[in-house]
């Protein structure tokens, strides 16, 4: 135990002898120590909002979308053009049909394309669906407004449920529930505002081609009466009309395990109508979680062998520092040889010295890393709100890293690992020193 004190005490001695360059010699384990984890953290970080945005959809909903099919090239567009296109009414009774007794069915109707109040326009997608679509689509309405209902539903009532967007533009001051609004020339009472939609403009938002958060509810019923099977959109002096009976269906099972079998069972159902599936998609949120998690994995494994280079080098330069130091403390190790200093000491001398760059540079690399991971927070955004990055991205940039315990254990046990492994050569070469030839040394 003496022996290991001893050991200890000279190496760590010798390096506080010279404490700045100790701590260049560790600077590149910091460093490295320090990627890694923040790397990670990114990552992480984007993994679990790109599942959360994908999870947001329904693990458990198998959605089947009314898509505009392509235009050929060097189509002639007119002023004004009518296109019918996607799922029919018969469609959905097919479907509803199917899975009377296995699964929840919802539809949806794209109702509307401009929005008006107090001489505001926004444009904007109104949705008619029915109660069942909140728990279908994981909504939350706030807790002084209320959702479509049943008795809506039977009474083609003229009420709506706005998106968080919706009521943040047009009532900036006000409290939209009571107030009004028109979409198009119908006028609707908001009876509630859904609370933000944390996946807008993210991956969720990606499949279903629009942010959510823009979105408004009204009833099925008064969504086929008012505005019947057209979605009339004005833009610079012509119009598009696109006639669709149902714009989505969602299929909500029972579990995860039903998700597959339900998807391929709704595909045959919709390809009888549409073949070619050149007007209607599948959209599976299961399947899309699963590729995601398979591709943020491999994601995660090039990131830490990207970031771990830094650490090979860095224990490079743990290495060459030493190498040096022993040409330089020749006369040392022969002064020590000389006193009954054996080989195995010297090694042990040395290897205390870079496993104590390596230990030290790996703390101070995990408290750095740690550090920037939960700057990066605030940092990015702020950065990107200054004028000269604001033009280049639009709307609002957040940055969530999640910093793992794993990332810190496995770089500070590879940061002390290379240290050892890279002092290993210097140590044996130290130790080979023939004490007469390290004494006369100057």
């Known amino acids: 135990m003496t022996f290991v004190l001893e050991i200890l005490r000279v190496g760590l001695g010798n390096l506080a002898l010279h404490k700045l360059r100790s701590f260049l010699t560790s600077l590149g384990i ?77 539809p949806l109707k794209a109702s509307g394309g401009e929005i008006q109040r107090n001489g505001e326009r926004f444009t904007s997608q109104a949705f008619g669906t029915t109660p069942e679509f909140r728990d279908v689509a994981n909504l939350r309405v706030s807790s002084h407004g209320r959702y479509l209902s049943e008795e809506d539903l039977l009474k083609s009532s003229p009420v709506a449920v706005i998106g968080h967007e919706i009521a943040q533009k047009l009532f900036r001051l006000e409290d939209p529930i009571g107030g009004s609004l028109q979409i198009d ?28 958060n823009k979105d408004i509810h009204i009833p099925l019923t008064t969504a086929e009466e008012r505005f019947g099977d057209y979605v009339i959109r004005r833009e610079n002096g012509s119009y598009s009309g696109e006639q669709v009976e149902v714009s989505e269906i969602y299929i909500s099972t029972r579990s995860t395990d039903d998700v597959v079998l339900v998807s391929d069972r709704a595909r045959r159902i919709v390809e009888v109508d549409h073949a070619d599936f050149i007007d209607v998609e599948l959209i599976v949120p299961w399947e899309l979680l699963e590729n995601a998690r398979r591709s943020m994995m491999v994601w995660n494994i090039m990131l830490v062998a990207i970031a771990a280079i830094s650490l090979l080098v860095g224990g490079i330069g743990i290495m060459n520092i030493m190498l040096a130091s022993v040409t330089e403390r020749t006369r040392e190790i022969g002064i020590r040889r000389a006193m009954g200093a054996t080989r195995k000491q010297i090694v042990l001398q040395f290897l205390v010295e870079t496993g104590s760059l390596s230990a030290v540079g790996g703390i101070i690399g995990i408290l750095l890393g740690v550090g920037c991971s939960l700057g990066l927070r605030s940092f990015v955004p702020w950065v990107l709100s200054l004028s000269f990055f604001a033009d ?19 770089s500070f046990v590879v940061a002390a690992g290379v240290g050892l492994i890279f002092g290993i050569y210097p140590a044996v070469v130290a130790s080979r020193k023939d004490p007469i030839v390290a004494l006369r040394h100057d």
Do not use: C
């Open 30 to 106: 910091i460093l490295g120590v320090a990627a890694v984890i923040v790397v990670v953290a990114m990552g992480e970080g984007n993994k679990r909002t790109a599942l959360r945005d994908i999870q947001a959809l329904g693990a458990t909903n198998v959605i089947v979308r009314s898509t505009k099919p392509p235009t050929s090239p060097g189509t002639n567009q007119a002023r004004t053009t009518v296109v019918s296109y996607g799922l029919s009414r018969r469609d959905l009774r097919r479907i509803e049909n199917a899975f009377a007794d296995e699964a929840l069915v919802v």
């Open 185 to 212: 020339r119908e006028v609707f009472t908001v009876i509630g505002v859904l609370e933000p939609i944390g996946f807008a403009g993210g991956s969720g938002a990606a499949q279903l081609d629009r942010d959510l």
């Open 392 to 410: 280049a991205f639009e709307g609002k940039v957040s940055v969530e890293p999640a910093i793992t315990m794993w990332s810190i254990l496995v």
